[in-house]
């Protein structure tokens, strides 16, 4: 299990210590569900993500620049009236010191509130522009991403299981797997006697994992990848690459190349891509803001960056998807 959210629900009793990352992945699976029988209808999330934004404080109200812009522009305006009410009897003075200072503080809040209005009016017009972007790039629309991973992704098929965890035998070290899904290929590998572990960041998706005892991080590939220190991992297993925009999954042979040590293993799982679009969700293909990379595509990339390519093997990335593992080993 997740060695880091976890917390003791309480010594003195007896009671045994609680796994936070399953409470959760349990929560967004009943979500997800409710969502899907049509139970929790469809504007009930926007609602209460409304009503939550009237009342969180300004700093967790949520990540839109258009929300937060008219936080801004709300605040931009600098009161000088102080208040002199107050429990002590020194009205008078307190009077007194504003009257006397009024003016001064009056002249540097119309500056600084001025400034204040210029930048949140060029923000605004840099949101208006970065809208237009998002909207015409599908790998930085949120709404794209988001409905696509609304969607359940497919099981890795058992030979393709297999053949991973074959081409992995003997490998030191800790193993993780990106995209990992439901956790079926961190089973496997963890039942072969390898320090296996996931990382997957739909939430939902943890449940079944977390309950059988895997270890499964609540992070993307990039996300997690990226806060990991150099050269710790013995092997490295991507997956759930074929809908990434082609400089994502460029960057992800990057992050590979930080973080497996060397003498170690990658693999990297795709889809074959002339059967690609015609296998899988209509929805997905339509929406996917890029296209599975070839295999040979593939070998290019690691060989500038420190691998040499040992195999590529003919599997299955999902049921009824053709498709490749490329296996290479570190320098």
Same mark, same amino acid.
């Given at each position: 299990?997740?060695?880091?959210?976890?917390t003791e629900a309480g010594d003195s009793d007896g009671n045994d210590s609680v796994d936070?990352?399953?409470?959760?992945?349990?929560?967004?699976?009943?979500?997800?569900?409710?969502?899907?029988?049509?139970?929790?209808?469809?504007?009930?999330?926007?609602?209460?993500?409304?009503?939550?934004?009237?009342?969180?404080?300004?700093?967790?109200?949520?990540?839109?620049?258009?929300?937060?812009?008219?936080?801004?522009?709300?605040?931009?305006?600098?009161?000088?009236?102080?208040?002199?009410?107050?429990?002590?009897?020194?009205?008078?003075?307190?009077?007194?010191?504003?009257?006397?200072?009024?003016?001064?503080?009056?002249?540097?809040?119309?500056?600084?509130?001025?400034?204040?209005?210029?930048?949140?009016?060029?923000?605004?017009?840099?949101?208006?522009?970065?809208?237009?972007?998002?909207?015409?790039?599908?790998?930085?629309?949120?709404?794209?991403?988001?409905?696509?991973?609304?969607?359940?992704?497919?099981?890795?098929?058992?030979?393709?299981?297999?053949?991973?965890?074959?081409?992995?035998?003997?490998?030191?070290?800790?193993?993780?797997?990106?995209?990992?899904?439901?956790?079926?290929?961190?089973?496997?590998?963890?039942?072969?006697?390898?320090?296996?572990?996931? &990382?997957?960041?739909?939430?939902? *998706? %943890? /449940?079944?994992?977390?309950? @059988?005892?895997? !270890?499964?991080?609540?992070?993307? +590939?990039?996300?997690?990848?990226?806060?990991?220190?150099?050269?710790?991992?013995?092997?490295?297993?991507?997956?759930?690459?074929?809908?990434?925009?082609?400089?994502?999954?460029?960057?992800?042979?990057?992050?590979?190349?930080?973080?497996?040590?060397?003498?170690?293993?990658?693999?990297?799982?795709?889809?074959?891509?002339?059967?690609?679009?015609?296998?899988?969700p209509i929805v997905v293909a339509d929406l996917a803001p890029g296209r599975p990379l070839? &295999?040979?595509?593939?070998?290019? *990339? %690691? /060989?500038?960056?420190?691998? @040499?390519?040992? !195999?590529?093997?003919?599997?299955? +990335?999902?049921?009824?998807?053709?498709?490749?593992?490329?296996?290479?080993?570190?320098?």
């Open positions: 299990m997740s060695d880091t959210n976890d936070l990352d399953l409470v959760i992945a349990e929560i967004y699976d009943a979500v997800a569900q409710r969502r899907a029988s049509g139970e929790l209808p469809a504007d009930l999330e926007a609602e209460l993500d409304a009503e939550f934004a009237n009342y969180a404080p300004n700093a967790v109200s949520g990540d839109s620049l258009s929300g937060v812009l008219s936080q801004a522009d709300k605040a931009v305006t600098i009161d000088v009236d102080a208040p002199t009410a107050g429990r002590f009897p020194a009205g008078p003075v307190k009077k007194g010191v504003r009257k006397l200072t009024f003016w001064y503080m009056q002249y540097l809040a119309n500056q600084v509130s001025s400034f204040g209005s210029a930048t949140v009016r060029a923000l605004r017009m840099l949101d208006r522009r970065v809208t237009v972007v998002e909207q015409a790039t599908p790998g930085a629309s949120r709404t794209v991403t988001s409905t696509l991973d609304a969607i359940d992704p497919a099981p890795l098929p058992g030979p393709t299981v297999k053949a991973i965890v074959d081409s992995l035998s003997g490998v030191r070290g800790r193993v993780l797997h990106t995209e990992c899904g439901s956790g079926e290929l961190v089973r496997a590998l963890a039942d072969a006697g390898l320090d296996a572990y996931g &990382a997957e960041p739909r939430r939902r *998706l %943890l /449940a079944p994992a977390l309950r @059988d005892g895997l !270890e499964i991080r609540p992070d993307s +590939a990039t996300d997690h990848l990226t806060a990991m220190a150099p050269a710790a991992l013995g092997a490295l297993v991507i997956s759930g690459i074929d809908t990434r925009p082609t400089g994502a999954q460029v960057h992800l042979a990057d992050l590979a190349a930080r973080a497996v040590a060397s003498g170690g293993r990658l693999v990297v799982l795709g889809s074959q891509p002339d059967a690609w679009a015609a296998a899988i070839h &295999a040979q595509t593939w070998e290019a *990339l %690691l /060989a500038g960056k420190g691998f @040499d390519v040992t !195999e590529v093997l003919d599997v299955a +990335a999902a049921p009824e998807v053709p498709g490749y593992a490329v296996v290479a080993t570190r320098h």
